[in-house]
């Protein structure tokens, strides 16, 4: 019995992902299926910079019994059992356009279940309408970027304005698109230490999070 680490990394997602894939075939056999991958599994499938997710946030489009082999597949691995989720499509980053957003990743048990991902400047849009200042969505904004960039595909301003509106049918609100207009007017160098500092404010403003949290829980005691 393969175990897993309950954080998700760099290493073990795709062997992850392989796995399920068994599983999948295990239970369901040969019947289709398609899963996204967004968020935070998405970067640590397709960039460097961020080495661990603590689930795959993703759009399921196959049968709904599938539900039943991620939780049997997560108690036969040490996972989660929400390991694989669909929670994110609550929230106002869900987007109906995100599936033709996606884009290949691989393809497994023997072309039956595909898995994409939703990457670049779809998922740079992403993180910004979800915007939490006690979460990573800024670095991470900022750390795709890089990335792209460093990979000779820099993405302008009008690239995501227009990404976020084919995603969201608005616009970037003005105060976050002014500062992220004077973000990429900078070069590299730059971008790369105002992501270092917006991480470091990230974990700060966490921590406080945390400490205050655990300060104002209710005692169990009588």
Not at 22 to 49: D, M, Q, W
Request: charged share 30%.
């Amino acid at each position: 019995m393969t175990q897993f680490e309950k954080n998700i990394t760099r290493d073990s997602a795709l062997d992850i992902i392989k796995s399920f894939a068994k599983e999948y075939r295990k239970e369901l056999g040969n019947v289709p299926g398609e899963i996204i991958i967004v968020g935070g599994a998405s970067i640590v499938l397709n960039y460097s910079f961020r080495q661990a997710t603590q689930d795959f946030d993703v759009i399921l489009r196959t049968v709904s019994s599938v539900n039943y082999v991620i939780k049997k597949f997560a108690d036969k691995n040490g996972l989660p059992r929400d390991w694989m989720n669909t929670d994110f499509m609550k929230t106002e980053s869900y987007s109906s356009a995100l599936t033709e957003a996606s884009t290949h990743f691989c393809t497994l048990n023997n072309g039956t279940l595909e898995i994409r991902t939703v990457a670049g400047v779809y998922l740079v849009a992403m993180k910004i309408r979800a915007h939490r200042d006690f979460r990573n969505d800024l670095s991470d904004a900022l750390g795709v970027w890089l990335e792209e960039a460093e990979n000779g595909n820099r993405i302008s301003i009008e690239n995501l304005q227009s990404a976020y509106t084919k995603l969201y049918k608005d616009e970037i609100p003005q105060d976050i698109f002014e500062r992220i207009e004077m973000i990429f007017s900078k070069n590299l160098d730059e971008i790369k230490e105002i992501y270092k500092k917006q991480r470091d404010s990230e974990k700060e403003i966490g921590v406080k999070l945390v400490s205050y949290t655990k300060k104002t829980k209710p005692s169990s005691r009588l």
